[in-house]
C-alpha cells in the first residue's frame, strides 16, 4: 500500500518561494508515476506537475511552467515542488499523488492516480 505524506505548505508573499514535499512510504518513488494536483476553494482539483517512472519525462500546466519545478530524491523517497515566483492564484490546497499500476498516460487527469495525499495548504499574499 502506498503511503503519501505532504509538508512544506505555508504562508508566502507573492513573488516569493516555497517547496513541497511528498513522501512516499510502500513504493519506491521510483517505481510510481508521480504527480502534483491543486484545489482552490469553490473549484475542481487541477493538475499542476507530473513526473514518470525512474523520473523520465516531467510534465507541466501551462500556468505554473517555468517557475514550479518537479524533481525526487531517491535516497530520501520523496517528491518535491519548487514552486518560485508564486502568485495570489497559486494558493490553493497542494496533493500529492502516485500512480504504481497505472492504465495509459493521462497524467494529467485526477482518475489517473490511485493514492493520494492529506494536502498542504499554500498562501500567496499580495
Known amino acids: 500500500q502506498v503511503q503519501l505524506v505532504e509538508s512544506g505548505g505555508g504562508l508566502v508573499q507573492a513573488g516569493g518561494s516555497l517547496r513541497l514535499s511528498c513522501a512516499a512510504s510502500g513504493r519506491t518513488v521510483s517505481s510510481l508515476v508521480m504527480g502534483w494536483f491543486r484545489q482552490a476553494p469553490g473549484k475542481e482539483r487541477e493538475f499542476v506537475a507530473a513526473m514518470g517512472y525512474i523520473g523520465f519525462n516531467t510534465y507541466y500546466s501551462d500556468s505554473v511552467k517555468g517557475r514550479f519545478s518537479i524533481s525526487t530524491d531517491n535516497t530520501k523517497n520523496t517528491l518535491f515542488l519548487q514552486m518560485n515566483s508564486l502568485k495570489p492564484e497559486d494558493m490553493a490546497v497542494y496533493y500529492c499523488?502516485?500512480?504504481?499500476?497505472?492504465?495509459?498516460?493521462?497524467?494529467?487527469?485526477?482518475?489517473?492516480?490511485?493514492?493520494w495525499g492529506q494536502g498542504t495548504q499554500v498562501t500567496v499574499s499580495s
Open positions: 499523488a502516485a500512480c504504481s499500476v497505472c492504465s495509459g498516460s493521462n497524467y494529467y487527469s485526477p482518475a489517473f492516480y490511485r493514492h
